[in-house]
């Protein structure tokens, strides 16, 4: 071994045992958010050293015996440099989770709990925070927390039945058998390529009421046959997360009579974060077209936003991220015609070209269907009980 190599050795291990004692404690296994490992490499006279205080997993960064010598000779420990830099952004490479499966076997001491995942891999700098749920069996679950909480996040099928049901108000028979009220404080959630798909109908954070839980995003009744009438509702509000509603989804009455009877009241804000309506008939039913709620995470800078929604269309031939000339085309769906705008849409800038396709309900303006003055006339197959 040379003379300089000998010297650098030396110094390396002086380096080492001065700040030994700083991490003495900081043996595995770590304390809760507290996770301090050390190396020497002794030839190379490097250190390198993991910190992740939020998700407790390993970060590798590494220090020479130059860097080391200069921390020291300004009065600082390693664990105190550390600690001045661990939220850095240079803190911020290495191994990341995207799912809460990973972030076990990252960290097996990891508990059920809040976590920063990395899900997408067309963009793996696009975080979200997701709740990992029953991390001490071998399948730890995705919830995604709603920070607006139970009493903006419910699904209702309300138990109210008119007596005549060709009114709006008016005296009520037996109730729905098919009612219940379920309000939710977290979503399952599975983690695909682009996007997040709710599992609507687990109620592992749910609270329900009345005889039957309930879907998310789901709503009806059996009050009325006359639009507009509705007693059924839901409401979705993702506010407070980084996801929001996918531009492709979109609710209809897929359960309905009569057959001309649409979704009342549908409302999504700018930012597709909230979504809500309600919904009913003789008997009727909505959920998101498909029986599919999609989440979308935030878009990438240089990209275009969400394309609107069109009530009566549906989107097709494009996909998030909607990356600059990127084409998406509207069609009417059924019981529905083109009366005006573009049908396609580019991303040019930042922004989409062309104008807001407009599509019409065939049977808006229709009178109601004439009710029978007989209550012999009534058609009792007719209704669902």
Known sequence: MSTILKYVTVLCLVLYLAEAAHFVNYVQ???KKDLYELY??????????????????????????????????????WRKYIESVAKSAAMKVGPRAASCSEMKSLNPAAGDGEYTLYPFPMDNDVSIRVYCHDMASGNPKEFLSLPAGPDENYAIISPDKLSW???CTGSLQSPYIEAGTTKFSKLRITLE?????VIRDDYTFARTTGPNAIPYG?????????????RG????????TELSLAPDTHWKLSERYPASLTVHGMFFSEDRKVASAFCGGWCGHCWPVGDKLYLAYPIRSGSCPHPPVITGATLSGCDYPYEENEVCTYSCDSGYFWEGGDRSRACRGGNWEGSALVCSNQSAGQELEAAPTDPADWTLTQYRY
């Not at 020497?40 to 130059?66: I, S």
Request: with cysteine.
């Open 29 to 31: 296994p770590p304390p």
């Open 40 to 77: 020497l490499e002794v030839g190379h006279c490097e250190t390198m050293f993991y910190y992740d205080e939020e998700n407790q997993a390993g970060t590798p960064v590494r220090m020479t015996g130059f860097e080391q010598f200069s921390i020291l000779s300004k009065g600082l420990s």
């Open 165 to 167: 049901e060709y009114g």
């Open 193 to 197: 390529e682009s996007r997040v798909e």
């Open 218 to 230: 789901h709503a009806g009744d059996c009050y009325s046959r006359v639009q507009g009438c509705a």
């Open 233 to 240: 509702t839901f409401k979705v509000d993702l506010t407070g």
